[in-house]
T-cell receptor
Framework: KQEVTQIPAALSVPEGENLVLNCSFT??????LQWFRQDPGKGLTSLLL?????REQTSGRLNASLDKSSGRSTLYIAASQPGDSATYLC??????????????FGKGTSLLVTP | EAQVTQNPRYLITVTGKKLTVTCSQN?????MSWYRQDPGLGLRQIYY???????DKGDVPEGYKVSRKEKRNFPLILESPSPNQTSLYFC??????????????FGPGTRLTVL
């Protein structure tokens, strides 16, 4: 069973800082990795998806990297804003042959960006 | 607008009273699934469906049923709900194609309380 760990569990930073959220996974035979954002009491919004053959993906102020061999991904948020405050979830899908499309989720990093 | 919808968004019920949570997607996705999210446990998959009339168990299927009679709909059925099924439920869908099309989209969530 794929174990996904996210560190730190919670993070508080002042507005404007650049920050890095970490995700690690135990089985390197992944198909892709997806980063989500979850606002309190709300659903999951997909931020970035990285295929196993890719090293990084970028969307605006967000950059996600993937090092499959070491079982790690990072989500870099540049110039953080109070509106970035949310829980960020990392989810890994194992290779298609092994397990279909199930996403294995980490428990998330709760981010607070203070004005 | 491409989206996954769930109804109801909030539900309070009593032990043993059958209920159905509906899920619908308008993206013509083949794959659909249900997750539950609990504090400290993260998101866990309940059931999934690879296409019409094809369903399979996820990690925590006990006490739940699903059906997939149409491509766009994937209802979650609790025949006899119990308090340990109090949770936040998410429906998700994705295409089964390559690359970007594997991105999973999530509904807004259904918060269920079983008394």
């Amino acid at each position: 069973k794929q174990e996904v760990t996210q560190i730190p569990a919670a993070l508080s930073v002042p507005e404007g800082e650049n920050l890095v959220l970490n995700c690690s996974f135990t089985d390197s035979a992944i198909y892709n990795l997806q980063w989500f954002r979850q606002d309190p009491g709300k659903g999951l919004t997909s931020l970035l998806l990285i295929q196993s053959s890719q090293r990084e993906q970028t969307s605006g102020r967000l950059n996600a990297s993937l090092d499959k061999s070491s079982g790690r991904s990072t989500l870099y948020i540049a110039a953080s804003q109070p509106g970035d405050s949310a829980t960020y979830l990392c989810a890994v899908r194992l290779s298609f042959v092994n397990s279909g499309y199930e996403l294995n989720f980490g428990k998330g990093t709760s981010l607070l960006v203070t004005p | 607008e491409a989206q996954v919808t769930q109804n109801p968004r909030y539900l309070i019920t009593v032990t043993g009273k059958k209920l159905t949570v509906t899920c619908s997607q308008n993206m013509n996705h083949e794959y659909m699934s249900w997750y539950r999210q609990d504090p400290g446990l993260g998101l866990r998959q309940i059931y999934y469906s690879m296409n019409v009339e094809v369903t399979d168990k996820g990690d925590v299927p006990e006490g739940y049923k699903v059906s997939r009679k149409e491509k766009r709909n994937f209802p979650l059925i609790l025949e006899s709900p119990s308090p340990n099924q109090t949770s936040l439920y998410f429906c998700a869908s994705s295409s089964t194609g390559q690359g970007r099309y594997n991105e999973q989209f999530f509904g807004p969530g259904t918060r269920l309380t079983v008394l």
